[in-house]
């Protein structure tokens, strides 16, 4: 994976891959804060979503 993402950003950035460091971090999510909003653990990306709905919608973010 981490060499067809390097393919692709050299070949759509023109960057040399000598110049590029590309890796995978695994995070927890409950340490992940964005837009005020701890982000959800994979899985219950819907629960989420109605729990934050209102603070989203504040945000400008409306989801279908």
Do not use: C, Y
């Given at each position: ?21 590309i ?42």
């Open positions: 994976m981490l060499r067809q993402l390097s393919q692709i950003w050299t070949r759509n950035s023109g960057q040399p891959e000598a110049d590029l460091w890796s995978v971090t695994e995070i927890d999510p409950a340490n992940v804060l964005e837009a005020g909003l701890f982000i959800p653990a994979p899985g219950h990306e819907h629960e989420w979503l109605e729990e934050n709905r209102e603070k989203l919608a504040e945000l400008g973010i409306v989801a279908a």
